[in-house]
């Protein structure tokens, strides 16, 4: 069986965030980027299935511009087989990248595609479960523990309040959440060898996908403030603080 | 224009994050219908039938709904969207699962999390774990949404019932199949709605610690009891007590932040609370910067003098 993974370069979760003066968007030139973390833990899965025998080749695949490669070359060198790029200068909305890798996944008869459960720049938590929607096939998001048995994956997810156990019938789709592994790092020999990994290049025209955007951004802005707070000097000050001056307690 | 409300539900009774939703959908403006499918869940859609500006309940009431499974779901509401301009679902571990299904259904792009709504096209939302927030405008129907709970104020009741519609069911898609749960139990009040929630990080050491220091500090203040990411992965604490941008969104009048360093992450599931504390051993913790009453030192010595000083000043 063949795993799929989506993958989506962004800012570093590290990195601080500034919004340009111009309301455009975020400052992004020269600052760190990387695989989305959640993106990484999805990797980290997919091998770890591989593996243990349940899978034959796990395959990384992103949407965006030339240097998103340097991010699939990254999950090969934590141990992916192949990568494909599908290249393009084009703002990309959820649904048009569920469009992109549903040509992906059909092409590659995937028996299951694992990605994040969210990316960290946009926060959509979309991708997964639109791309379960087109395919017509079973979704787990926000996965913390997984087995495949008898063409069946058994997925926990986190859900509000607790634990939730799905049995789904493959293929299927899974998002990873924090909890589902730690990613292991690339050692430097395996950063070489991924060097010679194949890396196939497509494009939204090539998969036939129309990725024109669905909503206008009108501006993206700093949060709003936070008035300046005070130090108190012990307990009895605070309460204190919170009886008298807040009246929160 | 009408716009439909996806009730969140444990079939019993209605999940709060529901009220804030109505809310949203009034600001909209439009008919509301709030759709319950569920099983045996004739209370929650009496309840439902209860909130203020809800005009119908579509109650749709079949074993296979019970368990809330996405793609079944997302089946039934796809079939009905054709009579709406907006379908909205709390931005909750339950919305967000399901929602985005429905939206690829109907070929729409789903906009996530909505904080603020300027007209029926325009909406606010934070991107980057909070640290901006974008405005979009989105000129398809039906409009998708989540709504961030927290964002909008809960609806009150009305005195007289909205009419309940019964529904008959779409056809089972038999992809998935509901195992099991496992719901923290829990006598303190909910983390997502408490008025105050106190949370403890990595600082707190152990285990025993929230339960030495931090319940009994709850017990007294009728405080939720949350945590950093940190604390979780340590496992002092269960995973649904998670604070941040993947665990609860909460925004409650009284946050005290314990041994918390206050990463981007968590202040991001905290920094909209009213009144923010934080104590802390190091002075130049970020989670400072946004506190409204910061107290630095040692929390094992300051957390008993705060529990001395509520019972004193009780
Ligand atoms: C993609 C992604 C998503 C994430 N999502 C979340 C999320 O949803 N929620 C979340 O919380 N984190 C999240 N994180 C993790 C986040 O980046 C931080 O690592 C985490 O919040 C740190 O937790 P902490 O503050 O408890 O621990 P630390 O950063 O280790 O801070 C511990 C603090 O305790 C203080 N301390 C120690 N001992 C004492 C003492 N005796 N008295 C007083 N103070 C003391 C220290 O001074 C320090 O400030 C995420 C990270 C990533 C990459
Ligand atoms: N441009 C992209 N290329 C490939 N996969 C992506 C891309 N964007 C998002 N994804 C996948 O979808 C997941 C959820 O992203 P989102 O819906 O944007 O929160 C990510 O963790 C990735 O696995």
Redesign the pocket.
């Known amino acids: 069986m063949k795993i799929l993974v989506p993958i989506k370069r962004v800012i570093d ?1 590290y990195v601080t965030i500034r919004v340009k003066a111009d309301q455009t968007g975020v400052e992004n030139a020269n600052v760190k980027m990387s695989v989305n ?2 993106c990484e833990i999805a990797v980290e899965e997919a091998i770890r299935l591989k593996e243990a025998g349940k899978a034959t080749e796990v395959i990384v695949v992103s949407a965006g511009n030339a240097a998103t490669q340097e991010s699939l070359r990254a999950a090969l060198a934590m141990g992916a087989d192949r990568a494909i790029l599908i290249e393009t200068d084009q703002e990309l909305q959820p649904l048009a990248i569920a469009k992109l890798l549903k040509a992906v996944a059909e092409k590659e008869q995937a028996g299951l595609v694992i990605l994040g459960k969210q990316s ?1 720049d946009g926060d959509h938590n979309q991708t997964g479960q639109m791309l379960a929607g087109l395919l017509g096939w079973g979704q787990a998001t926000f996965a913390s523990s997984l087995t495949l048995e008898n063409d069946r994956a058994t997925v926990t997810r986190e859900i509000d309040g607790g634990l939730e156990t799905l049995s789904l019938k493959l293929p299927a789709i899974i998002t990873a959440d ?1 909890r589902l592994n730690e990613p292991r790092y690339a050692s430097l020999p395996n950063i070489m060898k991924a060097k010679q990994k194949p890396l196939d290049r497509l494009n939204p025209d090539a998969l036939g996908v129309d990725v024109t955007p669905r909503y206008k951004t009108l501006r993206v802005s700093e949060p709003p403030p936070r008035k300046p707070g005070v130090k108190v000097e012990s307990a009895a000050a605070l309460v204190e603080k919170l009886r008298g001056e807040a009246k929160i307690i | 224009m009408r716009i439909l409300v996806i009730a969140e539900h444990d079939n019993k009774s209605l999940k709060s994050c529901s009220l804030p939703v109505v809310t949203a959908a009034s600001e909209l403006g439009g008919e509301i219908d709030m759709l319950i499918a569920g099983h045996n869940a004739a209370d929650a859609a009496a309840q439902a039938a209860k909130i203020s500006g809800v005009k119908r309940i579509l109650h749709c009431d079949a074993p296979l709904y019970e368990r809330g499974l996405a793609e079944n779901l997302a089946q039934l509401v796809a079939s009905l969207s054709a009579d709406y301009s907006h379908i909205l679902a709390p931005a909750s571990f339950f919305g967000k699962n399901v929602t985005p299904r429905i939206a690829a259904l109907l070929d729409r792009q789903q906009i996530s999390d909505i904080t603020a709504i300027h007209d029926a096209k325009s909406f606010t939302r934070p991107i980057y774990a909070g640290n901006a927030f974008e405005t979009v405008e989105i000129s398809e129907t039906p409009v998708i949404l989540t709504v961030r709970p927290t964002a909008f104020d809960a609806t009150p009741e009305q005195a007289e019932s909205a009419a309940i519609t019964a529904l008959p069911p779409a056809e089972d898609t038999d992809l998935s199949a509901f195992v099991s749960r496992a719901l923290t139990k829990s006598d303190r009040p909910d983390l997502a709605n408490a008025a105050i929630v106190i949370s403890g ?3 707190l ?1 152990s285990g025993e610690n929230f339960k030495d220091l931090l319940e009994p500090l709850a017990d007294s203040l009728g405080a939720a009891i949350g945590a ?4 979780v992965d340590a496992g002092y604490v269960p995973n649904d007590y ?6 609860k969104i909460v925004a409650p009048n009284l946050y005290i932040a ?9 202040l ?2 905290m920094k909209d609370s009213k009144i923010i504390v934080a ?4 002075e130049d ?1 970020p ?1 400072f910067q946004i506190a409204d009453y910061g107290l630095v ?4 010595q300051l957390l008993p003098e705060l529990r001395a000083a509520l019972d004193n000043s009780a």
């Open positions: 979760a973390p959640f960290i924090l | 990080g990595r600082g050491g950093s990411r940190a604390a998670q604070v941040g941008q993947t665990g314990v041994g918390i360093s206050g990463a981007v992450q968590h991001a599931g104590i802390n051993k190091d913790a989670i030192g040692d929390l094992f």
